[in-house]
């Protein structure tokens, strides 16, 4: 769970941009994303595949 505390004179401002960024370091964006439709197991392997694939042609 990410919390932000608010710090005596800091601006709402400056806390939400803090929270930004620990929401998108946690990658709770990318899971609810993901877990926004059900996909079927093959889905889930043919997804896998091509981000394999991806991630072997771009570390070459």
């Given at each position: ?13 400056s806390?939400l ?19 926004r ?7 889930k ?14 570390h070459?």
């Amino acid at each position: 769970m990410t919390q932000v505390v608010l710090g005596e004179n800091e601006g709402i401002d400056s806390a939400l941009r803090r929270f930004k960024r620990q929401v998108s370091k946690a990658g709770i964006l990318s899971d609810v994303k993901s877990h926004r439709h059900f996909e079927t197991p093959q889905d889930k392997r043919k997804r896998k595949a091509v981000a394999a694939r991806r991630k072997r042609r771009f570390h070459k």
